[in-house]
């Protein structure tokens, strides 16, 4: 029988959307659900220790965010914002698809820019609106000015009134403390991996949890709801991953080098490797490229996760799909019980989405 959307719904009051990282990364909350007892408790990310042992692995997606929104002006003296998504070599070196606005007044031929920073000419627009872009940059790649101008490209629901103290606070925390900077591919944070700090990653170390590295180009379908009447409806949107050869071996049990559990850091790491693992029986003698299109919603089951590690997501998203399927794999009965776990992580006043608390299931 297929799934009700309206399964995966719920109210989350407005005052729990988290709207600034807590004060130290690992002060933020901890919510840990032991599907074996079936019970949950209450701590704080610096206890993530407690709960890990010698042998387990984290998988974590190392992508880094660009701080991708850039403003601009149309000739007409209109302001623009353009919010790189994608590279497009195919036609030549700074070209992007991005999301331009207002869209409507940018067809294809205009031209917007930055000083003398940058210009954009419009090249082609797909049919959900983005723009296939050709930046001329004087002064270095498109990137390179992202980086030197642009702003963090924010979910929707984080608000933000142009304080000019918010650029650097985002800039270091909507970012993980172990993101690659050579691979800013990613226009959202992988967020469950916001909460780790160099001093609990090196007590991990201490205590032989051991970490394999994904890259996954976390985009904006992150954040779209499901709008169809049922799960199965719904069009998931693709992101592209790479999962090197060494993560791969430690997903097999013939190849891996430790024998405790497959922590997945986030919903992006479950999807690369439940999407690498659809497609293969052993490790691959390269580095594995592709896209994700894998929809994981119950009664799945999961081969290559043991544990996650993730936020509390928003109503009717696929991540929270995902999640009650992780919660009891092979059956639906995940999704009332996450109903009733957020239920309660609502009335404790935890916070959610992008900046708020985490949860571990184990």
Request: hydrophobic fraction near 40%; glycine fraction near 6%; aromatic fraction near 8%.
């Given at each position: 029988?297929?799934?009700?959307?309206?399964?995966?719904?719920?109210?989350?009051p407005?005052?729990?959307?988290?709207q600034?990282?807590?004060?130290?990364?690992d002060?933020?909350?901890?919510?840990v659900?032991?599907?074996?007892?079936?019970?949950?408790?209450?701590?704080i990310?610096?206890d993530?220790?407690?709960?890990?042992?010698?042998?387990?692995?984290?998988?974590?997606?190392?992508?880094?965010v660009?701080?991708?929104?850039?403003?601009?002006q149309?000739?007409?003296?209109?302001?623009?914002?353009?919010?790189?998504?994608?590279?497009?070599?195919?036609?030549?070196d700074?070209?992007?698809?991005?999301?331009?606005?207002?869209g409507?007044?940018?067809?294809?031929?205009?031209?917007?820019?930055?000083?003398?920073?940058?210009?954009?000419?419009?090249?082609?627009?797909?049919s959900?609106?983005?723009?296939?872009?050709?930046?001329?940059?004087?002064?270095g790649s498109?990137?390179?000015?992202?980086?030197?101008?642009g702003?963090?490209?924010?979910?929707?629901?984080?608000?933000?009134?142009?304080?000019p103290?918010d650029?650097?606070?985002?800039?270091?925390?909507?970012?993980?403390?172990?993101?690659?900077?050579?691979?800013q591919?990613a226009?959202?944070?992988?967020t469950?991996?916001?909460?780790?700090?160099p001093e609990?990653?090196a007590?991990?170390?201490a205590?032989g949890?051991?970490?394999?590295?994904?890259?996954?180009h976390?985009?904006?379908?992150?954040?779209?709801?499901?709008?169809s009447?049922?799960?199965e409806?719904?069009a998931?949107?693709?992101?592209?991953?790479?999962?090197?050869?060494?993560?791969?071996?430690?997903l097999?049990?013939?190849?891996?080098?430790?024998?405790?559990?497959?922590?997945?850091?986030g919903?992006?790491?479950?999807?690369?490797?439940?999407?690498?693992?659809?497609?293969?029986?052993?490790?691959?003698?390269h580095?594995?490229?592709?896209?994700?299109?894998?929809?994981?919603?119950?009664?799945?089951i999961?081969?290559?996760?043991?544990?996650?590690?993730t936020?509390f997501?928003?109503?009717?998203?696929?991540?929270?799909c995902?999640?009650?399927?992780?919660?009891?794999?092979?059956?639906?009965?995940?999704?009332?019980?996450?109903?009733?776990?957020?239920?309660?992580?609502?009335?404790?006043?935890?916070?959610?989405?992008?900046?708020?608390?985490?949860m571990?299931?184990?």
């Open positions: 029988m297929p799934l009700s959307t309206d399964l995966f719904d719920y109210t989350l407005p005052n729990l959307i988290a600034t990282p807590a004060t130290r990364r002060d933020s909350r901890l919510m659900v032991n599907r074996n007892s079936r019970t949950v408790s209450h701590h990310f610096a993530l220790p407690q709960f890990l042992k010698s042998g387990d692995t984290l998988f974590r997606n190392n992508a880094a660009l701080p991708a929104r850039l403003h601009a149309r000739p007409t003296g209109g302001t623009v914002e353009c919010l790189l998504l994608r590279p497009d070599p195919a036609h030549g700074n070209t992007w698809w991005c999301l331009i606005r207002p409507k007044k940018l067809p294809v031929g205009a031209t917007f820019a930055h000083g003398d920073d940058f210009t954009g000419t419009v090249l082609a627009k797909d959900e609106g983005a723009g296939l872009i050709r930046f001329t940059t004087p002064h498109i990137t390179a000015v992202a980086n030197r101008l702003d963090v490209p924010l979910p929707p629901y984080i608000e933000r009134n142009g304080n103290a650029r650097p606070r985002d800039l270091e925390r909507y970012q993980t403390v172990y993101a690659d900077r050579a691979r591919v226009v959202a944070a992988p469950a991996g916001l909460h780790f700090t609990l990653l007590a991990l170390t205590q949890v051991a970490a394999s590295e994904i890259t996954l976390v985009g904006l379908g992150t954040f779209k709801p499901i709008m009447d049922t799960v409806e719904h998931i949107h693709r992101e592209i991953y790479e999962l090197p050869v060494a993560t791969q071996r430690e097999f049990p013939a190849t891996r080098t430790t024998a405790g559990r497959r922590i997945a850091v919903t992006t790491s479950v999807r690369s490797i439940e999407d690498f693992l659809s497609l293969h029986d052993t490790p691959a003698a580095t594995h490229l592709a896209e994700a299109g894998i929809f994981i919603y119950p009664p799945r999961f081969r290559g996760v043991d544990a996650l590690i936020n997501h928003q109503p009717r998203s696929t991540l929270l995902l999640v009650s399927a992780f919660l009891t794999p092979g059956s639906t009965d995940g999704i009332a019980w996450l109903r009733e776990i957020y239920a309660d992580a609502i009335a404790r006043e935890y916070r959610f989405l992008s900046y708020g608390d985490a571990l299931i184990e």
